[in-house]
């Protein structure tokens, strides 16, 4: 398993197509690995005063191609790969860890029956993946909430952001691999978790 990251030039037209296309950004980052690999998910972040493009993936990427268009021209590489499954052992039971997730809590035919989804449905969801996935939610909050377009359908997009606690390794390691949520191939489903201190550095 790998951990990776690349620095993203808002300047460039390829960004904004990836920041603003999902089709876009799903064939993109596809690029990244051969086209029968489907076990990847990724996310982007601001972090350290960038934008960057996350991703966990069973194969390392190939990020030469990619960062010709949407990279830093004249900084090679704009990116870092790291072994996710060192990360992943790291992390202790009953540690707290700030977290990041952005996801598509319900698909396309648990939601179309409903004109708006509250808030307070995305939490309940949360609090009970975090009860199947192995870690109890502290404190969080939903960043973001609203409706959005995948594959012609309307589903509801959340971001949440806050602090855990993980009560049963197995279950969490195997939730990060795998991912939260629907349409995961869309930016959806890749939490990111972090102690104070970077995991970058």
């Known amino acids: 398993m790998f951990l990776s990251r690349m620095a993203l ?70 990116w870092d790969i790291m072994d996710y499954s060192d990360f992943l052992e790291q992390l202790e039971e009953n540690t707290v860890y700030h977290f990041r997730l952005h996801v598509y809590p319900f698909d396309s035919l648990q939601t179309m029956d409903n004109s708006l989804i509250h808030i307070s449905r995305i939490r309940e969801w949360f609090l009970e993946t975090g009860k199947e996935s192995g870690f109890l939610p502290l404190t969080f909050s939903t960043i973001l909430s609203h409706w959005e377009s995948i594959n012609y359908t309307y589903v509801v997009s959340s971001s949440l952001e806050g602090t855990l606690k993980i009560i049963n390794m197995d279950h969490f390691q195997k939730a990060l691999i795998h991912g939260f949520g629907y349409h995961k191939d869309y930016g959806s489903g890749l939490m990111t978790i972090s102690t104070y201190k970077s995991i970058w550095h």
């Open 9 to 78: 030039d808002l300047t460039r037209p390829d960004t904004q197509l990836l920041l603003h296309s999902k089709e876009a950004a799903k064939e993109m980052v596809q690029s990244l690995f051969p086209k029968d690999c489907t076990s990847f998910l990724w996310t982007h972040e601001h972090l350290d005063g960038r934008l960057w493009l996350i991703l966990s993936s069973t194969l390392r990427p190939d990020y030469g191609p990619l960062h010709e268009k949407i990279g830093f021209l004249g900084v090679f590489p704009s």
